[in-house]
């Protein structure tokens, strides 16, 4: 299981890097950028409930599990925000790029910080 958990953990690498990086490349949000981050995020969180399951279902205060846990709610507002900028509010959509590079520098740092804590 731990392997199928680090295979999603680094496909929501790929998934977020390739979304959030061509949104901040165009200065816009398109809806193939959601898509990809809503696969990004289901990746990130299936990998981590296998990952927490495997931990013995324990939470610890760890820098990494805080941090990982901030970068996670920080995705899932990203990915709720992506979709209502792109239904609800279109004014938006040239500066959302800005919460999203945020976040995905959040979650950056607690990926290299699981893969250093825990190798």
Known sequence: M????????NLALIFYTISIL????????????????????TCDIL????MFELGGGIVKTGIHDILGFVALLLMIVNAIGS??????????LDKFYIFSIFAWIIWIISYILGVTTHM
């Open 2 to 9: 731990l392997v199928i958990a680090i295979i999603l953990i």
């Open 22 to 41: 061509n949104e901040v490349k165009e200065k816009t949000l398109l809806p193939w950028h959601v898509v990809i981050l809503c696969i990004g995020l």
């Open 47 to 50: 990998g981590t409930l296998i």
């Open 83 to 92: 979709i209502l900028v792109l239904k609800e509010y279109k004014n938006l």
